[in-house]
């Protein structure tokens, strides 16, 4: 499975406790990376769809939680560098904040209109739910309301199929990729390594601020060992306050 990068904000910014904002310069930076190596920054849904010998060029980049600063500040950069990407957006919170996020900076999101305009320049909108809420622990009746409610919400905005779903804070078992798969998603995309595998667990590397070329580059030989089952020591430990919140 070729690499997959975990974005959340793309903004400028004077604080940020839980490490999920890249400025756009950086993440110009980072995405210049990409390209002077030869790689295509894609969408999951492109990135899974495409012939094994195209697909060690392509990278998949990921935007969780459906900020509205995707659209101000990540958007253009991708434009430029001919990248697409997927969002996941939060059905249930569209136009409002990150309310989940007690102690850390405000954040907008996403509203309908700039959902169906992200949507519209190319990018792949996927699932996040419909309220950022941990998967494992809810009911079945909510969970497959999570799973299903939402995806049919995000279809009905932006008149295209949704066929990715991304786990709020990584948090999936046995149960909730089950009831992912029957729901009628195509992939499941998950943040770190567990006993869980295939398309419905996809593992992503998180990339912050502080990634120059020299730790996106460690990142990436990292996870291309780890994937092909070797040095399983070196699978991604995040950082306690990404744990925390993602």
Same mark, same amino acid.
């Given at each position: ?78 434009? &430029? ?5 997927? /969002?996941?957006?939060? #059905?249930?919170?569209?136009? $409002? +904040?990150?309310?989940?996020?007690? =102690? ?36 079945? &009746? ?5 799973? /299903?409610?939402?995806? #049919?919400?995000?279809?009905? $905005? +932006?008149?295209?199929?949704?066929? =990715? ?82």
């Amino acid at each position: 499975m070729p690499l997959i990068l975990m974005y959340h904000s793309v903004s400028p910014y004077d604080e940020d406790p839980f490490q999920i904002t890249v400025t756009p310069l950086q993440f110009e930076r980072q995405m210049c990376w990409l390209s002077r190596r030869g790689l295509r920054g894609v969408s999951v849904g492109e990135l899974l769809d495409a012939p094994k010998n195209c697909s060690r060029k392509l990278v998949g980049l990921t935007f969780d939680d459906g900020y509205e600063d995707f659209l101000i500040y990540a958007l253009p950069i991708l434009t &430029r560098f001919g990248f697409t990407a997927t /969002v996941f957006a939060l #059905a249930g919170r569209l136009g $409002v +904040t990150n309310m989940w996020d007690a =102690g850390g900076p405000t954040k907008r999101l996403l509203t309908t209109d700039q959902l169906r305009q992200v949507g519209a320049a190319g990018v792949e909108i996927g699932s996040h739910g419909l309220s950022h809420v941990r998967l494992a622990s809810v009911s079945d &009746r909510q969970l497959r309301e999570e799973l /299903v409610g939402s995806r #049919a919400v995000l279809q009905e $905005v +932006t008149r295209q199929k949704v066929k =990715g779903f991304c786990y709020p804070y990584g948090n999936l078992t046995s149960r909730v990729t089950n009831e992912v798969r029957e729901a009628g998603y195509d992939y499941g995309c998950a943040i770190w390594h567990s006993e869980l595998t295939g398309r419905h667990a996809l593992i992503r590397t998180y990339v912050h601020d502080h990634d120059q070329f020299w730790r996106l580059e460690a990142k990436r030989i990292r996870y291309l060992l780890t994937a092909k089952g070797r040095f399983r020591l070196l699978r991604p430990i995040p950082r306690r306050a990404m744990k925390q919140r993602t």
